[in-house]
């Protein structure tokens, strides 16, 4: 059974930091692309971030590049989002899915994905 389990969401104020974390099990690690995506409330979800084996590729979305820093690690077969400089607009439900192959180089799309986490609430408020 593929299993992708999120943990890491939270409440915090602008400014600050969370880290986001997607654990899969079932799946060749090694072999699958992971996006995150985000979707708040009345928008359409958004793909802000990808990586492939080995860091060997990452993509972030203008909205978050320069702040959010996507990572893997292969021992614990798990991708981490780390978001820094948290802004309101940030505020939503974090995804991260998982795609055999690679990532599109035009952002992840969420159709392409295979398996998905159970999502995780992000609050920016003060």
């Known amino acids: 059974e593929v299993q992708l389990v999120q943990s890491g969401g939270g409440l915090v104020q602008p400014g600050e930091s969370l880290r986001l974390s997607c654990a899969t099990s079932?799946?060749?690690?090694?072999?699958?692309?992971i996006g995150w995506f985000r979707q708040a409330p009345g928008k359409d979800r958004e793909g802000i971030s990808c990586?492939?084996?080995?860091?060997?590729?990452?993509y972030y979305s203008d909205s978050v590049k320069g702040r959010f820093t996507i990572s893997r690690s292969a021992a614990k077969s798990t991708v981490y989002l780390q978001m820094n400089n948290l802004k309101p607009e940030d505020a939503a439900v974090y995804y991260c899915?998982?795609?055999?192959?690679?990532?599109?180089?035009?952002?992840?799309?969420?159709?392409?994905?295979?398996?998905w986490g159970q999502g995780a609430q992000v609050t920016v408020s003060s």
């Open positions: 899915a998982a795609k055999l192959g690679y990532c599109s180089r035009y952002g992840p799309v969420d159709y392409e994905y295979d398996y």
């Open positions: 079932g799946i060749p690690f090694d072999d699958y692309a």
């Open positions: 990586i492939e084996k080995d860091d060997e590729y990452t």
